[in-house]
């Protein structure tokens, strides 16, 4: 439900009258000040283990009702067996009474056995498999050197499973500038497997280009999905040097061009079904972001919401924003929506420059600055 009020203060400053060419007095443009939706869930997200996972897990908690968790922890969630003691860690680390639910995934690996896929299917805990190219990204190391030599027989069991891939989308290969990672990667992957095993699902990890809405769209709804985060729609390449190196910007597949970032709004607030919230939230901790090797990941979790809403209210999208946020991403997972609502307020709030831990410290997304949206769960 959306509340269309005529703001009596845009912003919380005075709307002043306005007037045409012609001196007619222009009605005041209607201001949506709150709006009612469906609980979101994030379809991406990194709640690592141990004392990070104690510190960041509330924030995904309080405003998300479900997250597909990534596996990509030291060592790698590899089996079900891992994933299910995983969702119990995680289980502990939630705030009491927090009904938030945990969907667990599995890590692809070249040795993974396609017996695997069929536990995972059993367990009722695993929702996904998560293909990291060797290389690609942070903790990808164990990843997949070879998917089509060596996963072949794994992605025809998850096929026969309904199990979804969920991919990492870049090439490692050195040669291939950083830029041009994702598109090369959906030409020389995706497009042949796409190709080889129409009955896999597969969603295409956080898109930064306009060369994988363009992918994403050409194919079957309900077979191919995207996530998209609050960066990749909010941010350009030039947010990594503005006034200086901006290590809290970085992250994997790095930010792109100006023309990517708007395809990317251009797709998700056309009210297409395939493109859905996935936040990618990655926290590190401050001194291994602001290092001389840094590492990618941004900490979106405690104000994703908010910045999701700002990029339709800027489109003039907001009545598109619920199916982004609430509806999308299970429909394609073939999960019921959510039954519980959150109210998005626009009350102008602080970001907080930092969240601090006896380990140190997480700098989150759009730190020190003032956003307009605020949810209040219910
Ligand atoms: N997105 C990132 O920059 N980093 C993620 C890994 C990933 O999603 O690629 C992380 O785990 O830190
Ligand atoms: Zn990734
Ligand atoms: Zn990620």
Known sequence: MIKTLVS???????????????????????????????????????????????????HSASNF???????????????????????????KALPHGSSFDPLMTLYLTDKTHPDEIKLARESGVVYAVKLY??????????GV????????PVLEEMAKQNMPLLVHGEVTDPSIDVFDREKIFIE?????????????????????????VNFVESCKEGSVGATVTPQHLLLNRNALFQG???????????????IHRQAIVKAVTSGS?????GTDSAPHERTRKESSCGCAGIYSAPVALSLYAKV???????????????????????????????????????VPENFSFSFGEIIPMFAGETLQWQPFSK
């Not at 922890?73 to 995680?90: F, G, H, N, W």
Request: hydrophobic letters at 35%; charged letters at 25%; glycine letters at 6%.
């Open 145 to 152: 050197t070879d998917l089509f030599g060596k996963c072949l």
């Open 188 to 212: 020389t992957v995706l497009q042949p497997l796409i190709q080889r095993l129409p009955q896999l699902k597969v969603v295409m990890e956080h898109i930064t280009t306009m060369d994988a």
């Open 273 to 277: 079904k395939k493109f859905f919230l």
């Open 133 to 142: 190219p060797a290389g690609a990204t942070t903790n990808s190391q164990d």
């Open 65 to 91: 009702k479900r997250a597909i968790v990534m596996p990509n922890l030291k060592p790698p969630v590899t089996t079900t067996e891992a994933a299910v003691t995983y969702r119990d860690s995680i289980m």
């Open 312 to 350: 339709f209210d800027e489109a003039g999208a907001l009545d598109k924003l619920e199916a982004f946020t609430s509806f999308n991403g299970p429909d394609f997972y073939g999960l019921p929506r959510n039954s519980s609502k959150i109210t998005l307020k626009k009350a102008p709030w602080k």
């Open 8 to 58: 009596p203060c845009s912003g919380f400053g005075s709307q002043k009258l306005k007037f045409d060419r012609s001196g007619k007095k222009v009605k005041p443009r209607a201001v949506r000040m709150e709006l009612t939706i469906t609980q979101p869930d994030d379809w991406h997200l990194h709640l690592r283990d141990g004392d990070l996972l104690q510190a960041v897990v509330p």
């Open 244 to 258: 200086g190196l901006q290590p809290h910007n970085y992250c994997l597949p790095v930010l792109k061009r100006e």
